[in-house]
């Protein structure tokens, strides 16, 4: 298994257009044997202490392997609706990891 963690960072007045690429991204994580783990909005009360910028949202999605993460990656069907992910997003912090 691996596990992806992703910071998000929307643009300011574009979550519906995220909120659109990402009912369409969800869903297909499931054909790549990948399951989306959680999914949350922190806000300024969840933080204790940052020396990054609060991110919109926070995923942590895991993948039987490496391969299947990099087919979702390059999902036909996804990749046909990257536009509304480079129109809304500023920037995402991608940690890439196991299970210890």
């Not at 869903?27 to 989306?36: A, D, E, R, T």
């Not at 299947?68 to 990656?73: A, I, L, Q, T």
Request: proline share 3%; no cysteine; glycine share 4%.
């Amino acid at each position: 298994m691996i596990y992806i963690t992703q910071l998000i960072y929307i643009k300011e007045g574009q979550q519906h257009i995220f909120h659109q690429f990402e009912d369409i991204a969800i869903p297909i994580i499931s054909k790549y044997n990948g399951q989306l783990l959680l999914r949350i909005r922190p806000d300024e009360t969840a933080v204790i202490e940052a020396n990054i910028d609060n991110p919109y949202e926070v995923h942590l999605v895991e993948f039987a392997s490496e391969e299947d993460f990099k087919n979702f990656m390059y999902d036909e069907e996804r990749k046909q609706f990257l536009h509304l992910k480079e129109q809304s997003i500023k920037a995402v912090t991608l940690i890439k990891g196991t299970k210890i």
